[in-house]
Nanobody, 123 residues
Framework: QVQLVESGGGSVQAGGSLRLSCAVS???????MGWFRQTPGKEREGVAT????????LYAFSVKGRFTISQDNAKSTLYLQMNSLKPEDTAMYYC?????????????????WGQGTQVTVSS
């Protein structure tokens, strides 16, 4: 059984930082994991993805240089360090994972999803 459980969301002022965590429970090792976000009325967008086999992470242009995705395989945890937050970063953030395939920031390419954690950035 696969479980992805996000934590670490909250409210912060613009310019602040938050670190999201995703606790991963899976019998098999995923090939790729990622963070996505969604606001009401909009499609879910990819923020950052990482391969469990190595290589440079993939970032959306809007967060590159501000967000960092990382993983702790020993703790089976995925992280998203978010710095220099902006009001437009306000969204529900989701952890996602997939077996196989290639690099992607497209939500439909990912199979397993967490329930989400809310991030609110005020100006």
């Amino acid at each position: 059984q696969v479980q992805l459980v996000e934590s670490g969301g909250g409210s912060v002022q613009a310019g602040g930082s938050l670190r999201l965590s995703c606790a991963v429970s899976s019998r098999y090792t995923f090939s790729f994991m990622g963070w996505f976000r969604q606001t009401p009325g909009k499609e879910r967008e990819g923020v950052a993805t990482i391969s469990t086999r190595g290589g440079s992470p993939l970032y959306a242009f809007s967060v590159k240089g501000r967000f960092t995705i990382s993983q702790d395989n020993a703790k089976s945890t995925l992280y998203l360090q978010m710095n220099s937050l902006k009001p437009e970063d306000t969204a529900m953030y989701y952890c996602a994972a997939k077996y196989g395939g290639g690099w992607s920031l497209t939500s439909s390419d990912f199979t397993y999803w967490g329930q989400g954690t809310q991030v609110t950035v005020s100006s």
